[in-house]
């Protein structure tokens, strides 16, 4: 009897024995446990989740449209609260969400790569990818930091709350705001690094390059008011890029004249698409601003339609769509080169910058050249021409606060239903507060308010 | 690989025999004794009787004709024969006997209907196990007449509870029924269905009701266990009727005729139409559609707010206006959509059968037929082909051969009322066709004006003809399954029994959308996709002309390999009865969908159409890519287990189980290691019937008590971080986006369960029952955590090994025979109690009683509570402006954003908890009269224990959809009202907290406890001579979903379908008949 006990018993061994391999097979092959160079550029070329998470919620914040009382009360209490910078209580979806989405999907990457070996036959595509991770996590980064924390100051920076600066994707680290010192540091390194690693050119603009990393420091620096290094980096950009369109051969009636991709654009990112208050077809833009723009000016057709009621939507965004430009392009660069030359009293190529980008705006032959030798006017005539070719690309909100830093001037003021809202200048509620489920769970501080 | 594990298997099985086959001729059992058993009434031979030698232990079974052979020690000897049904025979051997010995058994008195427990892996008597099953015969499952044999177990058994609430989640659930309540919050929620044997993942709709012989529900660990991994939320066994060794051939018909009601539309809560029309002109006139009509001038509006804004235009005179206004007041829209769409609903289903014996082997064959058509002409064929054979070449080896073979055809019909918006809001008003009788346009998308002038003269005409539409806009679904299952058993020592089985299993599904050219989808997508250059006239087709067709291919195809020792082994008063097996299952399923475009039947052609670029989309200029680019996707999952079950029976008093099992999986992403995971139970019995001292008042007495581990595995989730591919928009270079995030630390679920029961028969078996009672406590549950996304965005929860919960139940079944004689009157009644409560709940940040502030349909853990549990804002009552009121801060308020603030803080006082959102208590009374050949039976559920929350009207629902519940109808309206009502008036703008804090107030959580007649079933049969003793000839009719006969609440509101389409009444008619 024992003998065929034991052999009872050696079947199920046998299975055994096979059974490890038999488990072995991939479940689903439309599944991949990110492991190679191969795969960690398909996560950074995943684009809807990379290249448009940029914040939104600064540019609905800000001043460059407004909100009709009919529009205002379609909307969610969300989008209503935050329109009069009171939304001290929304949740999870937003925009502090999604910027943490293509923050981890760098860390993910720059983990992957340090185990794996650098050979020569993988360096090139190896220090693309380690660059266009750096500079993914630095320009989202600097995206978050305009939105939620205060602009740099070198007075408090060290104090103010900044974001929080993720560098792995280990989900038990528990989150930690940052200075906005230490975040604007965090920022420049990754961006700095990014330009070492990166190639002069991209095969396509979706995907970073050294231009796009030196853009985004000059961007940097320009929202830190530290101008040398601002021009410094914007000229380092231009050099392989410094192409402008001429407005004269865009097509004036086209429901959207510019196109996506357009010569311009140095890296494309778009706004994330939180809430409706900002869309084309629920704002109006501000009547001033509208009316600012000469009438040989061709953006005031190229970016503006009339509406029923007799308002203004934008149509010129350089998504060639509705959808809104969070990217970084040429005209951008002149301007920030330009800003800094003038603060800088280095006039003549200030006013170099901004005639050649204005000539390619207006109608042919109708643009004076500007010319002056006193600085205030030409930091003006700057600031107000850079609000005017860079609406409605998240800059505006970043811009009135880093100006309010140097002479608090701006307030932001609504009307509705004849009632007045004002932001001063300065308020603390130009930091945006963080998500209320974020800071339940993570115990980190709010933003005053 | 497979075949590799197959040949090994065989070799082994092969050696053994061969061990065995010597071993037996070793032993000295030199004389041999032949006899047949037959049965003393009626003469027929009873197979599968068990025959042993007084002297020696060893042991055999009659065959088919009843026949045995015996070999024993000593010529002079007693043989027992035993049979489960009959009493036992004592057979003396004497050394005269030359001739076949015969035994008359008869019936015995004790066991009333015998039943066979199939665990799926076994086949025991309800004597010989330890475990909580119950079964439920021919007899109970055709007391409804259902197509989905699932659904006719509703309400004839205790364990399994249906759900009327739609399904929450489809990736964890496909059917709505649990099986002894929950035993995971986030896993899978389905039991585990098996189909003679084997793991059944097929429609269950393939499977013909009529073609089922018995369905086991195992509900305790020592049943389920046997199942290993998968079986935490209980399995049901199902047995297909089978080819019988010693059943006479025979042919049996059935035949069923089902009427149904059409959907009574009126249940579909709308306001009526000029309370509707008065709130669109308050939103016109509040600027509501001011935005729309300037910046998107070309999307639908409503037919009253098109009437409003053509006056405010002054494009109509204000007599005019009115006169439209009437109009449309007068109508009924629900009434049109009644005439002109719904039919009357009819179900036929037809069976044959034929079932026989040979000397070699036993067969039987099935062909069903099903033709289901609904209230909206959606009909469905379906052809069940069944055939099995159990082949007996020699002696001890029997080869089992059986297939189910199943193709449906279902054709779309019309659109639900529903779906008739416009730009996605609901009205009540309309008529689908003019006073002539002529079918009107229904402009769904875009406004008259804007579809008469925008571009006509070269798009395609845009208006959606709903009265024709459906002629031109069909979907066509095949459905194929084949499904063979073979066994080979080898009986190689009387006691021990090898077995091969396999079981394979292919699914086909074919989809097929077409929309023709006339139909308003391809005329949409045609236009949307043209270019027009108004210069020159000449229109560009990025979407070519001619219809467009979609096909969706799903094939799932599976195989379980098995290899099993079977073991029943007498030694004395000790009986030795198990199973050790080994097993292995792969289920694969593989997609593809594309679609095509220009397509035409005659001839038939499609035209290739660029899937790459992006074109503007007319009118709104945004850019978009063709849709229908080909896609395929491929799952492989894979799992191997071994397994042992064994009883221990002591005279068949005493019993002791216990089962171990070890499961395997290719989970993706996790390490070997992590893919095995063990299981086991144990348990015992007392079966005092067969004890000197037993009562003599009890038929039978058993006790049972049961403990055992079972789990649950999600291959979901996963260790590392899995990405999925895709393709970068507007670049299309391969991309990957991180599906699910990486933690190690996941591990499967585990839910242990102790089980206590009594099984009696009182009072010369007049009263029957049996009482389950059990603790099932579930561990490392998967759990939602909500966490701080600052890691990554995607969600706002996160899936842990969060929460451990506990469930406690009882179940009852008692059977009575309340009169004898010329009435037979008896009575079953059904009872399950079930309360569950998370014990543990490892959220890093707590959590509250105000995340129960939901519909109650999704699980929400909260310690100390069951898993669906509402809890609700305090109230006030109304201001004298119709607002709601609440509390923040123990007084009175009306800041409701206060009010939610206190309500999610720790110790709110403005929040109360209510109770369980699913019934505790629940189960049926079936009532069953017998007269003469006449029997009627009356089945009368109740659910008791839970709360429901009453829909409301939200203003955005009402604004944005056109949907509203009947409260609209009390709102406050006027100062004073609210002495009168409880209803908040609608406010514009939108305040969402304050229809928030008024839809999740305490007013409207109503008790949900109700009586529902569910059946009355009346059958016939008529005594005819010309049967046969097992022959007869049944008609019944049946009534089901009869309604409800009583509810707690006093607005006569129904708990289960909550101001939605109930479903329709059925009336059937029809036969069966065995010959």
């Not at chain 2, 171990?660 to 992403?669: C, E, H, L, Q």
């Not at chain 2, 003599?696 to 058993?702: E, P, R, T």
Request: net charge neutral; hydrophobic share 35%.
């Amino acid at each position: 009897m024992k003998k065929q006990t034991y052999i009872l018993l050696f079947l199920p061994l046998f299975l055994m024995l096979g059974c490890n391999k038999y488990l072995d097979l991939q479940s689903n092959n439309a599944l991949v446990v990110p492991k190679s160079l191969d795969d960690f550029q398909k996560l950074l070329d995943a684009n809807s989740f990379i290249n448009f998470n940029m914040c939104s919620n600064g540019e609905i914040s800000a001043d460059d449209y407004f909100l009709k009382t009919t529009v205002f009360e379609q909307f969610s209490d969300d989008a209503r609260d935050l329109y009069l910078w009171r939304n001290f209580n929304y949740l999870f979806n937003n925009d502090w969400a999604k910027a943490y989405i293509p923050i981890y999907t760098s860390n993910l990457v720059l983990e992957g790569l340090e185990k794996l070996a650098i050979t020569e036959s993988n360096k090139d595509e190896f220090n693309r990818i380690k660059g266009s991770a750096l500079y993914v996590r630095g320009s989202q980064l600097l995206s978050l930091v305009w939105v939620f924390a205060k602009a740099y100051n070198p007075n408090t920076s060290s104090s103010d709350l900044g974001v929080v600066l993720r560098s792995s994707s280990n989900p038990n680290e528990t989150s930690k705001r940052a200075s906005v010192e230490e975040s604007y540091n965090f920022i420049l390194n990754d961006l700095k690094d990014a330009v070492k690693y990166l190639p002069k050119v991209s095969t396509h603009v979706m995907r970073p390059s050294q231009s796009a990393a030196f853009a985004s420091l000059a961007r940097t620096y320009l929202s830190m008011s530290v101008y040398d290094s601002a021009y410094y980096y914007a000229d380092k950009a231009l050099e392989s890029n410094n192409e402008l369109i001429d407005f004269n051969q865009l097509t004036k009636t086209s429901p959207y004249p510019l196109e996506r991709f357009n010569k311009e654009t140095i890296y494309y990112a778009q706004l994330a698409p939180m809430y409706p208050n900002i869309h084309p077809f629920y704002a109006s833009i501000d009547t001033l601003l509208y009316n600012s723009y000469h009438v040989d000016d061709l953006r005031k057709d190229i970016y503006f339609s009339q509406t029923g009621d007799g308002y203004f939507q934008f149509k010129g965004s350089y998504c060639g769509s509705i959808d809104l430009f969070g990217g970084i392009a040429t005209d951008e660069l002149y301007l920030i080169r330009a800003e800094s030359a003038a603060r800088l009293n280095n006039i003549s190529s200030a006013l170099n910058d901004l005639n050649t980008l204005l000539q390619k705006r207006w109608i042919t032959g109708r643009y004076v050249a500007l010319a002056t030798d006193d600085n205030d006017v030409l930091v003006n005539t700057i600031l107000e021409e850079r609000r005017k070719e860079l609406l409605m690309r998240g800059l505006r909100w970043i811009d009135i606060k880093r100006l309010n830093v140097l002479n608090g001037s701006i307030s932001i003021v609504r009307k509705l239903n004849g009632e007045t809202y004002t932001l001063p200048a300065n308020d603390n509620r130009f930091a945006l507060p963080l998500p209320q489920d974020v800071i339940q769970s993570s115990g980190m501080p709010q933003n005053p308010y | 690989m497979v075949k590799s594990i197959l040949c090994a298997l065989l070799l082994s099985l092969f050696t053994i025999s061969l061990i065995y086959g010597q071993i037996g001729s070793q032993t000295e059992l030199s004389y041999k004794i032949d006899g047949y058993v037959l049965d003393r009434i009626n003469k027929s031979p009873i197979s599968g009787v068990n025959i042993q030698s007084k002297r020696l232990a060893s042991s055999v079974q009659t065959d088919h004709r009843g026949f045995f052979t015996i070999l024993v020690s000593s010529p002079i000897d007693t043989l027992i024969l035993k049979h489960i049904g009959f009493e036992n025979y004592l057979l003396p051997i004497t050394s005269s006997s030359k001739k076949p010995l015969e035994a008359l058994l008869t019936t015995s008195s004790k066991v009333l209907d015998e039943v066979l427990i199939n665990t799926g892996y076994q086949q025991l008597k309800p004597n010989e196990t330890t475990g909580a099953i119950q079964v439920l015969d021919e007899k109970a499952l055709n007391q409804q007449i259902g197509t989905n044999i699932l659904e006719r177990l509703n309400n004839i058994s205790t364990a399994v509870r249906f759900d009327n609430e739609p399904i929450q989640n489809t990736d964890l659930q496909k059917t709505n029924i649990s099986v002894r309540g929950m035993s995971t919050i986030n896993g899978m929620l389905d039991p585990l269905i098996v189909l003679d044997g084997f793991i059944y993942e097929g429609n269950i709709n393939n499977i013909d009701p009529n073609n089922i012989e018995s369905i086991s529900i195992l509900k305790d660990a020592a049943a389920t266990s046997i199942w290993g991994a998968r079986a935490g939320n209980g399995v049901i066994v199902i047995s297909t009727k089978k080819a019988k060794a010693g059943v006479n051939n025979e042919i049996s018909f059935n035949s069923t005729f089902t009427l149904k009601q059409k959907p009574a539309l009126f249940d579909l809560y709308q306001p009526n139409t000029s309370d509707f029309i008065a709130v669109e002109q308050m939103l016109f006139k509040s600027g509501y559609y001011t935005r729309q009509l300037q910046r998107t001038p070309y999307l639908a509006i409503t037919p009253a707010t098109e009437i409003l804004y053509q006056r405010s235009l002054n494009t109509i005179s204000s007599e005019d206006s009115l006169r439209l206004m009437q109009e449309l007041i007068a109508s009924d829209l629900k009434e049109s959509y009644t005439k002109e769409f719904l039919i009357q609903p009819i179900i036929q289903q037809y069976g044959v059968g034929i079932r026989g014996n040979s000397a070699l082997n036993s067969y039987n064959l099935g062909f069903g037929y099903t033709n289901d058509k609904n209230a909206y002409a959606n009909y469905s064929n379906k052809m069940h082909i069944t055939a099995g054979n159990s082949y007996k070449p020699f002696k001890n080896l029997q080869l089992d051969l059986s297939f189910i073979f199943t193709d449906q055809t279902v054709n779309s019909g019309r659109l639900p009322y529903e779906s008739f918006t416009y730009g996605g809001k609901r009205v009540p008003y309309g008529s689908f066709r003019d006073l002539d009788g002529n079918g009107l346009p229904f402009y769904n998308s875009y406004r008259k004006e804007f579809i008469d002038s925008y571009l006509s003269d070269y798009l395609l005409d845009w208006k959606y003809y709903p009265t024709e539409d459906y002629k031109h806009s069909t979907i066509n679904t095949r459905l194929n399954e084949f499904y063979p299952n073979l066994r080979i058993g080898f009986k190689v020592l009387p006691f021990l029994n090898l077995q091969v089985a396999g079981q394979y299993q292919y699914q086909k599904i074919d989809n097929n959308r077409l929309h023709t050219q006339e139909s308003y989808a391809a005329r949409l997508m045609i236009n949307q996709f043209s270019q027009v250059n108004q210069q020159t006239g000449v229109v560009t087709y990025k979407v070519p002309l001619g219809g467009i067709r979609s096909s969706e291919k799903n094939e799932v195809s599976s195989y379980t390999l098995r290899a099993q020792a079977d073991v029943d082994k007498q030694w004395g008063n000790y009986r030795l009865l198990g199973i050790v097996g080994a097993e292995i299952r792969e289920s694969q399923s593989n997609g593809e969908t594309f679609t095509a475009y220009g397509y035409t039947d005659n001839p038939l052609k499609s035209i290739p159409v660029d899937f790459v670029s992006y074109f503007p989309i007319l009118p709104t200029n945004s850019s978009s890519t063709i849709s229908g680019v080909p896609f395929f996707s491929k799952t492989i999952n894979r799992f191997s287990s071994l397994y042992s079950n064994f009883s221990l029976l002591y005279k068949e008093k005493y019993g002791l189980s216990a089962s171990v099992r070890r499961d395997g999986a290719n989970i993706f992403g996790a390490d070997t290691n992590d893919k095995w995971t063990p299981f086991w139970s144990s348990g015992l019995f007392w079966d005092i019937t067969n004890e000197s001292f037993k009562p003599s008042v009890f038929q039978q007495l058993k006790i049972r008590a049961t403990y055992g581990v079972s789990g649950n595995v999600d291959l979901r989730k996963t260790a590392l971080p899995i990405a999925n591919p895709t393709t970068g928009l507007y670049t299309n270079y391969p991309a990957l986006v991180i599906g699910s995030l990486n933690d190690p630390s996941l591990r499967w679920e585990k839910i242990s369960t102790l089980n206590f029961g009594v099984d009696w028969s009182l009072l010369n078996n007049r009263l029957t029952g049996n009482l389950d009672y059990y603790i099932k406590n579930g561990n490392d549950l998967y759990g939602l955590d909500i966490y701080d996304y600052t890691l990554w965005g995607v969600d706002g929860t996160i899936v842990k090994n969060t929460a451990s919960m506990l469930s406690k139940g009882v179940e009852l079944n008692l059977n009575s025979i309340n009169t004898t004689g010329i009435v037979q009157w008896g009575t079953s009644l059904l009872f399950s109690h079930n309360r569950n409560k998370t014990t543990k709940y490892y959220s890093r940040y707590g959590s509250n009683i105000s995340t129960l502030l939901t519909d109650g349909n999704t699980i929400t853990p909260i310690v100390g509570s069951p898993l669906y549990s509402l809890a609700a804002y305090r109230w006030a009552g109304l201001d004298d402006k119709g607002n709601p009121i609440g509390y923040y801060q123990g007084e009175e308020s009306t800041n409701y954003n206060d009010i939610r603030l206190e309500a999610s803080s720790a110790n709110a006082s403005n929040i109360v908890y209510l109770g369980s959102a699913k019934p505790q208590y629940f189960g049926a009374l079936i009532n069953r009269f017998d007269y003469k050949q006449f029997s009627l039976s009356v089945n009368i559920s109740y659910k008791a224990g839970y709360k429901v929350r009453k829909p409301v009207t939200r203003s955005s629902n009402l604004y944005t959809r056109g949907i509203a519940y009947p409260d609209f109808e009390k709102r406050w309206q006027n100062p004073g009202d609210e002495y009168l009502t409880n209803v908040p008036s609608l406010l514009y703008p939108i305040n969402e907290y304050r229809d928030t804090f008024y839809a999740m107030s305490e007013i409207n959580v109503l008790n949900g406890s109700h009586v529902r007649l569910e059946y009355i079933n009346l059958s016939y049969r008529p005594k005819l001579k010309s049967f046969s003793n097992r022959g007869f000839l049944e008609l019944f009719a049946n009534a089901n979903n009869l309604g409800l006969l009583w509810t707690a609440n006093d607005e006569g509101f129904d708990p289960e379908y909550k101001y939605n389409l109930k479903p329709q009444r059925g009336f059937g008619f029809g036969f069966r008949a065995n010959f």
